[in-house]
């Protein structure tokens, strides 16, 4: 009979085995999960800037048709509003949501009759080694993939992953 008592009293709680291989569980599943999160992240970051270049090679060429010209695009004394031909992209002409969270800096470099748009991820954002994207306005796109400053015919010369 005494040892029946001693089996019933220990039937309620855990021991310390069973708390550690828990824990092990759970160290193995946030091992697995969080790489797998972070890259899911930068990849959604990256598809989101992609975005946002599209959308500004849009009001860029409405500026284009506007003023006959793609020169002026560019905030070159960081007001906000475009008024140069490389710098910034003025926030008047494209409100980026990469720009806004700080994961991208999107600038332009225009002439009177082309724009090449550039997104640099931000040196403390979670992109910061993922490399510069492009956008020109005929539509040509480009990814530093390896980050290396350089880009490299049939690897660099789109955005598809590798």
Request: charged share 20%.
């Amino acid at each position: 009979m005494k040892g029946y008592h001693l089996a019933k009293a220990r039937s309620g709680g855990f021991t310390l085995l069973e708390i550690m291989a828990a824990v092990a569980i759970i160290a193995i599943l946030a091992a697995i999960s969080i790489p797998l999160y972070t890259q899911y992240s930068q990849r959604s970051y990256r598809t989101e800037v992609q975005a946002d270049l599209m959308n500004c090679a849009q009001a860029l060429e409405r500026f284009n048709a506007v003023n006959f010209t793609y020169v002026g695009a560019a905030d070159t004394d960081a007001d906000g509003l475009a008024d140069g031909a490389n710098g910034t992209i003025g926030e008047d002409i494209c409100a980026a949501n990469s720009v806004r969270l700080q994961r991208y800096a999107i600038t332009i470099a225009a002439t009177p009759n082309t724009f090449t748009l550039t997104a640099v991820p931000d040196v403390n954002g979670p992109n910061a080694e993922d490399g510069d994207l492009t956008l020109d306005d005929a539509g040509n796109r480009t990814w530093d993939h390896d980050d290396n400053g350089t880009i490299e015919v049939g690897v660099d010369d789109n955005w598809e992953e590798e």
